[in-house]
């Protein structure tokens, strides 16, 4: 038989082979199964404050005119990913940018098309490199802002890419008190082959994709690790094993069904000794510590909290596939979602939330869960949406979407705005957001 990983007999079997299966699959429909039980009948969230009108105009140019198309694009990108701004049509706009003094806006004429915030730039050539200059001005009180990375000087062609993404970091700073997070990174897996899959990583909007683990194996479940990228590769006849990049962490007789590396170096895997699935601690080496599940029932997919205290998990032990929490010690183990039918991927957030995946019907959905049990509706009628990720400021959720022929999306943490940042359609799975 081909691949022995999807050979299936205990509950690794409705769960975590089954995840195995769907990740070897094309994603034609990106259809779950469909799991009879409670649904999880949750409204979407209240809307938040709507996103302040921002003009964004082309740059002054002094050089390669593609090059300050770019630089004008990947900020409007910037921003409207944000979900903090509404991007107004550079058509509407009244106001001459190129003929204005950088510094001095004609007030009226972005007043009257009601952008409350306007920038403006300017790029040309320098010696030594490229120039870059930023404006924030704020229309309605007829304020300049200054802002950090306004202004950039000897930086090379490629380079233009990163100094819009700080200057936006900048922006949403200067706006709402918190940066952005525009130049972190996102790991994932997607298929590469009719039995093979690689570990990619992307800058968050979706540019510089690249594979970073390809071969003949089936690459799955990647995170960001000390050391390099944490995740699970099998061959032909194997049972799954841990890596970190390209050093081999496990070597049987266990199987590995997915681990996380916490704050302190050390991971939380799941981890198949014969008699099903278990959360264990083990070191940066690859030696077992401590069974913090002892035996109740499958226990996979755990998730360490930012500041390592506590690891979020999926068991069947009460039945379906529900999100748990328990100490980093593995006390307190206790029942997060009362809903559902089959809940997973779980994702610890900042703020003690927790992002997942539930069936709904049928289909996959997107849902928060705060340490009490409050359940949030994230995505609805949407296609199907899984393996959710957390930005590192918690302010984001990147996740997958049978949207667009299967795609990595990335929405507001309140569900409200949601924008594909894959490139092109791809079959990819589990991504991790980078810190």
């Not at 001459?96 to 004429?109: G, I, M, R, T, V």
């Not at 730039?121 to 007829?142: H, T």
């Not at 700080?166 to 990174?185: L, R």
């Not at 800058?203 to 479940?221: C, K, T």
Request: glycine share 12%.
């Amino acid at each position: 038989m081909r691949l022995q990983l999807v050979r299936c007999a205990t509950l690794v079997a409705t769960f975590v082979c089954f995840f195995i299966q769907q990740a070897l699959a094309q994603p034609a429909t990106g259809a779950l199964p469909d799991l009879t039980g409670d649904t999880l009948e949750v409204p979407i969230g209240p809307s938040k404050k709507e996103p302040d009108p921002i003009a964004i105009p082309d740059l002054r140019c002094n050089t390669a005119g593609e090059l300050c198309a770019m630089a004008a694009d990947v900020l409007r990108n910037d921003l409207l990913i944000s979900g903090f701004f509404k991007i107004l049509k550079p058509q509407s706009f009244i106001g001459d940018a190129q003929a204005e003094p950088l510094e001095s806006p004609k007030w009226a004429d972005w007043f009257n098309v009601n952008a409350k915030y306007l920038i403006k730039g300017e790029l040309s050539s320098a010696p030594g490199g490229l120039s870059i200059e930023f404006r924030l001005f704020n229309v309605f009180d007829k304020q300049m802002y200054t802002v950090k990375a306004q202004s950039a000087k000897g930086i090379a062609k490629d380079a233009v890419r990163g100094k819009v993404h700080e200057f936006a970091n900048a922006v949403i700073e200067a706006i709402t008190g918190k940066p952005g997070v525009f130049g972190t990174q996102i790991v994932y897996s997607a298929k590469t082959g009719e039995w093979t899959r690689s570990v990619f990583v992307m800058d968050m909007d979706g540019h510089n994709a690249g594979a970073v683990i390809s071969n003949d194996r089936v690459n799955s479940l990647p995170s960001m690790a000390m050391g390099g990228i944490l995740y699970t590769s099998q061959a032909d006849n194997e049972d799954p094993q841990l890596w970190i990049g390209s050093r081999k962490l496990t070597d049987g007789p266990n199987k590995f069904r997915g681990a996380d590396m916490g704050p302190n170096g050390t991971i939380a895997a799941s981890v198949d000794t014969g008699g099903g699935s278990d959360i264990w601690l083990m070191d940066k080496s690859g030696k077992l510590i401590r069974n913090l599940t002892g035996g109740q029932g499958d226990n996979v997919s755990p998730r360490w909290s930012p500041d390592g205290s506590m690891i979020a998990f999926v068991s069947n032990r009460s039945g379906g596939p529900q999100i748990y929490v328990m100490g980093a010690d593995g006390s307190g183990q206790r029942r997060l979602t009362m809903a559902g039918s089959y809940n997973s991927t779980p994702d610890f957030g900042p703020d003690g939330l927790i992002v997942f995946a539930g069936l709904d019907e049928g289909t996959s959905d997107i849902f928060t869960v705060d340490l009490s049990g409050n359940i949030q509706r994230l995505t609805q009628g949407q296609g199907t949406n899984k393996d959710p990720t957390w930005s590192p400021d918690g302010r984001w959720i990147a996740f997958v979407s049978s949207r667009d022929g299967g795609r990595i999306f990335i929405m507001t943490a309140d569900g409200r705005y949601q924008f594909p940042v894959s490139q092109r359609p791809c079959s990819c799975a589990t991504p991790r957001w980078s810190n």
